[in-house]
């Protein structure tokens, strides 16, 4: 390879290269944060409707229709909403999840990133059940703003995240073919989250919503102290400092 430093957002991203020819030193900096835009959040939990968010380049990979799937199943009459925000250009895919519900709201647009803390402030929680993730921003900027969040167990969040500011969606036992979650031919295999984990915790959100409070400020603060873009780019740049210390032989 023609660089002299390989960085990854995360060692799930860095597992990929680790087994291949390149004599070249790699190092794990995740992404910065905004702090001075994605601020904490003062919120009311339990003010109507509660408002789940799942945003983001929605595609089959972003468990989307296992979301829509646990929504319908764990709510009846509740006053609840799922606000579906995505910019992607799996349009076609995307029309297939018509839902006839009017809580379920689909919204295709590429808000302006200073417009971002305004959408996450609406919502009472985040929810991203994704099959695999080489870092997931979103989770770390509604983090950031004191959101909850309820994630996949996948080895990106759990070796980043903790139980006291996240929620995990257990997986589940059995992994599928690729071919049975992309609408395209693709090779190897993904181990979906549980919908009957989805379920539970989606139900547990919502009645246990006046707590969420108690963890708000605890995220804010795990995010600005460990992943604010300051931090970050001080890693970063130690890593270049290394790499040319080492092309230089000393």
């Not at 995360?10 to 910065?32: C, N, T, W, Y």
Request: with cysteine; glycine share 4%.
């Amino acid at each position: 390879m023609k660089c002299d430093l390989l960085t990854f957002p995360s060692e799930e991203a860095q597992r990929a290269f680790l087994f291949a020819p390149i004599d070249k030193p790699m190092h794990v900096v995740p992404l910065g944060i905004d702090t001075s835009l994605f601020q904490f959040i003062e919120r009311d939990f339990e003010s109507s409707p509660f408002t789940i968010l799942h945003y983001g380049v929605v595609q089959p990979r972003k468990g989307t229709r296992l979301l829509l799937d646990a929504f319908l199943r764990a709510f009846t009459n509740e006053e609840v909403k799922l606000i579906v925000k995505h910019w992607t250009s799996w349009i076609d895919w995307m029309q297939t999840y018509s839902v006839n519900d009017p809580r379920i709201k689909f919204v295709n647009e590429d808000i302006p990133r200073g417009d971002v803390p305004s959408m996450l402030s609406n919502a009472h929680c985040l929810v991203s059940p994704s099959l695999a993730e080489g870092f997931g921003l979103t989770v770390y900027e509604a983090l950031a703003t004191g959101l909850p969040v309820l994630v996949s167990r996948i080895p990106v969040f759990r070796g980043l995240l903790d139980s006291r500011n996240t929620r995990f969606i257990e997986m589940a036992d059995f992994s599928v073919p690729a071919e049975n979650v992309f609408p395209i031919s693709r090779p190897g295999s993904f181990r979906l989250p549980s919908v009957e984990s989805l379920v539970k915790w989606l139900k547990r959100l919502y009645q246990e919503r006046a707590t969420l409070n108690s963890t708000s400020k605890y995220s804010s603060e795990f995010i600005r102290t460990r992943f604010s873009r300051e931090l970050m780019c001080k890693r970063l740049v130690n890593c270049i400092i290394d790499a040319r210390y080492r092309r230089e032989g000393g």
